[in-house]
């Protein structure tokens, strides 16, 4: 075999070339590796202190504890370290207790199982409840292996140490190695609903100036809705995520002018208010068409002027990348002239309905009145998300 083909089957080579490739990762991809290199890094210095330095008789319980600790935030590494340390805690002490006066048969087994089971169900544990019962059973066989009852107490002490070594170890990596700054996905968040609210508007927009759509077409606009509704709470999830990260975090001393995560919010709020009056428009167009003659193509073009204008504001939000770079940087004057642009679509319309030969707009059999009321209420979201974006920079500055 070749120098060349060594290195290709190489462990060693493997591990450098990923090393090599994690800057050129994107998104996920590149989350994946680095929590996959915080975690063996972890792991491995948590080893090292319990079997080389402690030299615990049980060093495996501190890599595991390590590894439960790389958690997605410095947050919930604190978080799940305190459960993890208190549901261990009660499974040792619990097990020590039950060898130390009951014995080490299978039914004493199966008592320290059932307790520590029933111990690990208690709501403030949350997701480490099982915790419980993996030290216990780890601590009962251990404790089967010791020839003197007397080494109870030391041993179970040690164990704990141990967990409380690898927990640390664990929080340690997260916290000083990289620890992770959730903004870049709740940036492409709001983007991503907001591509998703441009292109349905400017569907809904260009249909309208060709004229009245039929019913099958705004009920495919409404299923839309639904499903831009969904990723509106994922959107939200992602929010939560991004403001959690920026608990407990070193990385927020050098991100200061980017930590806008509760104007994130505010404009996802926006954002989901606007999906539910598109949703509305589209039930009105379907309905009308349904029950009344079709509007006239003049008036549905103006509809479809002020729907194709509100989807030019959508397009700022979607095209902003500045949430993603060293500052914060939203694009206030571009929105504020699409926001304008809609003011006027709206007052063309509103006047135009208005007007002594216009629509009735109090017909329910057509979709005036609603166009107009949703009309009203997308332009005061698209002024809330003006005033949020203007505000933020005000604070950045």
């Known amino acids: 075999m070749d120098r060349d083909t060594e290195e290709s089957v190489s462990p060693t080579a493997g591990v450098r070339r990923l090393l090599r490739r994690i800057p050129a990762f994107g998104g996920r991809g590149r989350e994946t590796a680095v929590l996959l290199l915080k975690a063996t890094l972890a792991t491995t210095l948590a080893w090292i202190l319990a079997h080389h330095v402690i030299g615990a008789a049980s060093p495996a319980f501190a890599p595991f504890a390590a590894l439960m600790m790389v958690e997605i935030t410095v947050y919930r590494s604190l978080l799940r370290s305190l459960r993890m340390v208190g549901a261990v805690l009660l499974g040792i002490a619990l097990t020590t207790v039950l060898v130390a006066f009951v014995g080490l048969g299978p039914v004493d087994f199966a008592l320290a199982a059932l307790l520590a089971l029933a111990i690990g169900r208690w709501r403030r544990l949350g997701d480490q409840g099982t915790q419980v019962g993996t030290a216990a059973f780890f601590a009962f066989a251990v404790f089967s292996g010791l020839n003197d009852t007397g080494e109870l107490l030391g041993q179970a002490v040690e164990i704990f140490v141990v967990v409380l070594v690898g927990s640390a170890t664990g929080v340690t990596v997260n916290l000083l190695l990289l620890p992770p700054l959730r903004l870049r996905g709740v940036a492409r968040a709001v983007t991503s609903l907001?591509?998703?609210l441009r292109r349905l508007c400017e569907d809904i927009g260009e249909t309208l100036r060709e004229g009245h759509p039929d019913r099958d077409t705004a009920e495919e606009?409404?299923?839309?809705?639904?499903?831009?509704?969904?990723?509106?709470?994922?959107a939200r999830e992602t929010s939560g995520v991004a403001w959690e990260s920026t608990f407990y975090n070193p990385r927020r001393l050098f991100h200061r002018d980017r930590l806008h995560v509760h104007d994130h919010d505010r404009l996802i709020d926006s954002l989901e208010r606007a999906i539910h009056q598109i949703a509305s428009v589209?039930?009105?167009?379907?309905?009308?068409?349904?029950?009344?003659?079709?509007?006239?193509?003049?008036?549905?073009?103006?509809?479809?002027d002020l729907i194709l204008a509100v989807a030019g504001a959508w397009r700022v939000l979607e095209d902003w990348r500045g949430s993603e770079g060293p500052t914060w940087d939203p694009p206030v004057e571009r929105f504020h002239e699409a926001v304008e642009r809609v003011d006027r679509c709206e007052r063309e319309l509103e006047e135009a309905c208005r007007a002594p030969d216009g629509p009735p707009v109090d017909d329910p059999g057509l979709p005036y009145g609603a166009l107009l009321l949703e009309a009203s209420r997308l332009n005061d979201e698209l002024d809330h998300v003006d005033e949020v974006l203007r505000a933020s920079v005000g604070r950045s500055r």
């Open 282 to 304: 589209a039930r009105s167009l379907a309905r009308g068409r349904e029950e009344a003659p079709s509007p006239t193509p003049a008036m549905t073009a103006r509809c479809g």
């Open 221 to 234: 606009w409404r299923s839309r809705t639904e499903e831009l509704a969904r990723i509106a709470r994922q």
């Open 194 to 196: 907001a591509g998703g």
